[in-house]
């Protein structure tokens, strides 16, 4: 069975930047696409970034330039530097597999516990 745990969140001052970790277990990203996911309180899950099996990015509007994804399918993990956060990217942020289309479409039903980023102003 996939596990995939996150890890790396922390409170940090706005300005300030957090490296995520996504673990997956019983499973390999080699060769699949792979996304980061946040949730907001009181807020639907909503789309990141994402890389391609071949190393491609793309992101939303609202983290271009701040975050970046990277992946290391030797240790099958995925990562997410995030720069210069702001208040408003408080959230729990978790990975999974997707489905590279628009919108991407997450494979695992089952998610992780995700890594909680809090940022003050």
């Known amino acids: 069975q996939v596990q995939l745990v996150e890890s790396g969140g922390g409170l940090v001052q706005a300005g300030g930047s957090l490296r995520l970790s996504c673990v997956v277990s019983g499973g390999t990203i080699s060769g699949a696409a792979m996304g980061w996911f946040r949730q907001a309180p009181g807020k639907e899950r909503e789309f990141v970034g994402g890389i391609s099996w071949s190393g491609t990015t793309r992101y939303v509007d609202s983290v271009k330039g701040r975050f970046t994804i990277s992946r290391d399918n030797a240790k099958n993990t995925v990562y997410l530097q995030t720069n210069s956060l702001k208040p408003e990217d408080t959230a729990v942020y978790f990975c999974?597999?997707?489905?590279?289309?628009?919108?991407?479409?997450?494979?695992?039903?089952?998610w992780g516990q995700g890594a909680q980023v809090t940022v003050s102003s």
């Open positions: 999974n597999k997707i489905i590279n289309s628009v919108p991407p479409i997450p494979i695992y039903d089952s």
